[in-house]
């Protein structure tokens, strides 16, 4: 019974540490958002907003450990491309990681692990908008294609690769 209570108070604690830590990263980005000139505050509250969705989807949502940390980093990678001018596509790059483990958390076959590769290459801000758009498709097809156990294991990664290929390709 003591290990459970241990475990219990180590989660709190390192929610606590990760929820601070999102809090400090959002007051850095608003800071960035508002110092542009001819910002607006619609702008920085939408900002605000997706950084703070992705991991409160991931603590709210059921599925691994992995897979969840994975989605809330591109929440947290949202926020961080506001304050760092070279972190603008590392929410990019995070979330095709997010799509590509989802949902176990694990990179499978040789197909995801190119991905992720991909994926890695567009945090890195080499790979230009159409190309982003790409990996995203790609991601959708990978999913419909690849067999992982339930209709939404494909199907969500597959509808979220595609709406965000398009929306790039639309963007361009």
């Given at each position: 019974?003591?290990?459970?209570?241990?475990?219990?108070?180590?989660?709190?604690?390192?929610?606590?540490?990760?929820?601070?830590?999102?809090?400090?990263?959002?007051?850095?980005?608003?800071?960035?958002?508002?110092?542009?000139?001819?910002?607006?505050?619609?702008?920085?509250?939408?900002?605000?907003?997706?950084?703070?969705?992705?991991?409160?989807?991931?603590?709210?949502?059921?599925?691994?450990?992995?897979?969840?940390?994975?989605?809330?980093?591109?929440?947290?990678?949202?926020?961080?491309?506001?304050?760092?001018?070279?972190?603008?596509?590392?929410?990019?790059?995070?979330?095709?990681?997010?799509?590509?483990?989802?949902?176990?958390?694990?990179?499978?076959?040789?197909?995801?692990?190119?991905?992720?590769?991909?994926?890695?290459?567009?945090?890195?801000?080499?790979?230009?908008?159409?190309?982003?758009a790409a990996l995203f498709a790609a991601v959708a097809v990978v999913a419909v294609t690849a067999p992982r156990g339930t209709a939404a294991a494909a199907f969500y990664p597959a509808a979220a690769g595609t709406?965000?290929?398009?929306?790039?390709?639309?963007?361009?």
């Amino acid at each position: 019974m003591a290990t459970l209570g241990r475990q219990i108070r180590g989660g709190y604690v390192l929610l606590v540490t990760v929820a601070a830590a999102i809090a400090a990263l959002a007051i850095l980005a608003a800071r960035a958002d508002t110092a542009v000139v001819g910002s607006r505050p619609a702008v920085t509250v939408l900002d605000l907003a997706v950084g703070f969705a992705y991991p409160i989807a991931a603590f709210a949502a059921t599925g691994g450990r992995i897979a969840r940390w994975c989605v809330g980093a591109v929440g947290a990678a949202w926020l961080a491309g506001s304050v760092l001018a070279s972190a603008l596509s590392l929410h990019q790059g995070m979330l095709a990681l997010a799509l590509l483990t989802f949902p176990t958390g694990k990179i499978t076959g040789v197909a995801r692990a190119l991905l992720a590769a991909a994926a890695v290459a567009v945090a890195c801000e080499v790979v230009p908008q159409p190309g982003v758009a790409a990996l995203f498709a790609a991601v959708a097809v990978v999913a419909v294609t690849a067999p992982r156990g339930t209709a939404a294991a494909a199907f969500y990664p597959a509808a979220a690769g595609t709406v965000v290929a398009a929306a790039l390709l639309f963007a361009w």
